[in-house]
Every structure is written in C-alpha cells, then in structure tokens.
C-alpha cells in the first residue's frame, strides 16, 4: 500500500491511498468433504485486489468529519458455486468483483465526560457485467455511538446502535437466493 496525507491548513486535510492485496484460499475451501452440502477444491487460486481511497475532511478540539471515496477490484473471487447434481463446490469465479463506494464520518466531544459519532457507508458491490448486489455484502450501514467517560470516575458507559440494509446471499445446497438483513444491533456497555 502506498498512502499519502495532506493538511490544507489547520483545520482540513486530504488523504488518499492505492494499493493491492493478495487472499489465499483457506483450508476448509481447499479441503472440506461434507456429503450433504460443500466440497473443497484443491485447485483454488487466491484472490487478488487493487483498491484506491481518497477522503477529505476537518477537525479542530470539539470535532472531526470525514467523506471517503473507495473502489476496490477484486480477481479470481473464491465462491461456492453450485455445480450437476446441486453439489456445492468451492470454485474461483472468473468475474472480477468491483465495490465503491462512500463513508460519511463524524465524531463530536460534546462535554469533557460525553462525546458521540455517527458514521454511514454506502457500497455498490458488483461482479463485471451483473447488476445485483453481491451475495452478503450490504448496499447500507450506518452506525451512532454515545459514550460517557469522566475522568474523575473509574468506570463509564456507552450505547450504540448499527443499523444493516438489506442483504441477499445464497442459501446452502443451491436453494437460490435468500433475502435478509435490515436489522438494528443495539450495544449497551
């Protein structure tokens, strides 16, 4: 990966970074044996990226913002694919998966003791050529977190809440595509 930062002045900066990553395929995919539902594939490749990411955003003492940009492309995707036979087998598909998308950030110290965040990204994740959204990859996420820290004190607390969009992603055994998702996971710590 190569990164850069830039302070435009005091308060706003840029950043921006390129770079590529490489997956191996992991055991179970090279090897599983489950009579009912997958097989591995000796043969897998491993997957690989190029990704770029450009933000720009603020801070000063009370609070920080950030939008960024991403797009990321992906080479020999490791799927299961449902072959004759409804047999699941581990398998690189020969799309490439491309995903972009944005983040919007902000973090606010509210009191010496209270600070929050809110933060929503947005994805677009599709393989070359399709127009549906990957399997298991959400179009939305936005997430708000509340914590209360006093220095004076030895404990604290915090809520948060994320919220997931929907999401579609294949069912075992090629029983075709199963729509789940937007749900809210609340943390109360």
């Given at each position: 990966n190569v990164?850069?930062?830039?302070?435009?002045n005091d308060y706003f900066y840029t950043r921006g970074q390129v770079g590529t990553a490489f997956r191996l395929p992991d055991a179970y995919g090279l090897f599983v044996v489950d009579p009912c539902c997958e097989q591995g594939n000796p043969n897998l490749k491993g997957e690989e990226s190029t990704n770029y990411e450009a933000a720009f955003g603020g801070r000063n003492e009370k609070a920080w913002w950030e939008v960024t940009l991403f797009y990321r492309k992906i080479e020999d995707v490791i799927q299961i694919i449902t072959g004759p036979g409804g047999i699941d087998t581990f398998d690189n598909n020969g799309t490439p998966l491309e995903t972009q998308g944005a983040e919007i950030t902000a973090t606010m110290q509210f009191t010496d003791a209270i600070s929050g965040s809110v933060d929503?990204?947005?994805?677009?994740?599709?393989?070359?050529?399709?127009?549906?959204?990957?399997?298991?990859?959400?179009?939305?996420?936005?997430?708000?977190?509340?914590?209360?820290?006093?220095?004076?004190?030895?404990?604290?607390?915090?809520?948060?809440a994320t919220w997931v969009g929907d999401l579609?992603?294949?069912?075992?055994?090629?029983?075709?595509?199963?729509?789940y998702g937007d749900y809210v996971l609340l943390d109360v710590n």
């Open positions: 990164s850069g930062d830039l302070a435009i929503w990204t947005h994805t677009e994740s599709e393989f070359e050529g399709g127009g549906a959204q990957a399997s298991n990859i959400p179009e939305d996420i936005a997430k708000v977190f509340v914590d209360w820290a006093p220095e004076t004190l030895p404990f604290g607390a915090g809520v948060s579609a992603g294949n069912a075992p055994s090629g029983l075709g595509v199963v729509d």
